[in-house]
C-alpha cells in the first residue's frame, strides 16, 4: 500500500515536473509570427493561422493534458493560459466572477463582439497515459484528462489567435472574447458569469466541447439546467439495536428516484429529468450501523424555463415524500412520511 503510494506520488511529481517543462517550452516557442499570409481572403487567412501554430496549439493541450487539474482547482493551467493569451496580444482577467481560476481574454474593443466559450477542468479520478486506448492511468485515483477538456482550450486558444490574425490583416471591426471557465463537469461556470454581465455585449457565441465526431451545430442546442438540492429528514435508530424505531432518510430518496423515473414517460418533451450522470446522492450524518437521518439530493432538472423546474421539482419531491413544499428559493423541503415505519 505504502509502495504504491510511493509510486503514486513519483508519478505525480514526473508528470508535474513534465507539464512545467513542456510549458516553458511553449512559452518561448509559441505562435511564431507569420511568414506568408494569403492576401485575398479572410477565412484563408485564419486557416493558414492554424495550420501554420498546429503545432503550437497542441503543445496548449498537452501542458494542459498533465497540470490535470480538476474543477475549481484549475490554478496552474489558467495561469498558463493567461500568460500564453497574453503572448498573442490578448488582454487577459484571471478570476471574474468570484471563480479564481476564470480565464476571461479580448481582444479588440468594437463591435461585433464575438465569444469562444470552453473549459479546461479535468475529472476526477481520470488519470490516463496518453495515447493509451486501454484504461491505464498515469497516477492510480488522480484527476486526469480522460474526457478531453485540455483539447478544448487549447483549440480554442488556436482559433481566438487565427480570428485575431485574420481580423487584424484585413482591418475587420470587432472584438473575440475567449471564456475559458472553470468545472464544466460540475456545471459550474456560466451561470455566474451571465449574472454578473460579462455575456451582456455578446452579439455571437460559438461553445466548444470535445465529441466523437467534428461538427457544428446552431441555436439552441442544450437547454439550461437548473439544480436544487431536495432535503429528506427522518429519524435514526441504531441498525443493531433498535432499527425498527428509524426513519431511513435513504428510502426517502430511493422512492423519490423511482417514482421520477415513472413520471418521466408523462413529461413534456422539453423537460429532461436526470440522467445517470445527474444521479449523484450525498448523504450527510450518515454512519454505517445507524439509519441516516438526513439526505440531501442534489437533483437536477433541464427545462426551459424556472417555473416549469419548479411544477416538475415538487411533482418529484412527492414522489419521495407526500408533504414536499417550495422554500421558495428553488429548495424543495420534504419530509418522510412516506418512509417505512
Ligand atoms: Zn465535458
Redesign the pocket.
Known sequence: MARETMTGKTHLRRASVLALLVAGFALVSIFPSALADSPSDPKRVAFEAVDRNAEAIATVGDVLYYFGEPGMQEYESSKYLKSTLEQIGFKVELGGAGLPTNVWATWGSSKPVILIAT?MDALPDGSQTPGSIPRKPLVEGAPGHM?G?NVMAAMAVGAAQAVKKAMEQFKIAGTVILSIGPA??QLMSRPYLVREGYLKDVDAGIIT??QNSLSTGYGLQNYALIGAKFTFKGRTAHGGVNPWDGIDAVDAVELMDIGFDKLREHLRPTYRGPSDDHHRWCAAQHHSRRRPDLVVYPGCERTLGKGKFRQVGQRRARRGADDGHDDGDGTVRCGVAVARQ
Open positions: 473549459e474526457e477538456h464544466e463537469e466541447h470535445i
